[in-house]
């Protein structure tokens, strides 16, 4: 079933609780977002176990900093 997914993180520089929707129309991806509460640039990352989201395994999503 592929479909928008919420997924609840954490900013890695301000550490505040920020909520990003993941497209699971797409396997791996990589972009960059700004943080909605402290506008600074983040690196996602998101992998979808199997090319698709299941209610046993939700995708795989990785913040970081640009600067690591």
């Known amino acids: 079933?592929?479909?928008l997914h919420s997924s609840e993180?954490?900013?890695p520089y301000c550490g505040?609780?920020?909520e990003?929707?993941?497209?699971g129309s797409i396997a791996e991806?990589?972009?960059i977002e700004d943080c909605p509460v402290c506008?600074?640039?983040?690196?996602v990352e998101v992998r979808v176990p199997d090319?698709?989201?299941g209610d046993e395994e939700p995708p795989e999503?990785?913040?970081r900093s640009e600067d690591e």
């Open 16 to 18: 505040e609780s920020i």
């Open 29 to 31: 991806q990589s972009y």
């Open 20 to 23: 990003l929707l993941i497209d």
């Open 1 to 3: 079933m592929n479909g």
């Open 61 to 63: 999503v990785t913040l």
């Open 39 to 43: 506008c600074r640039p983040m690196i």
């Open 51 to 53: 090319g698709e989201f």
């Open 9 to 11: 993180q954490s900013c």
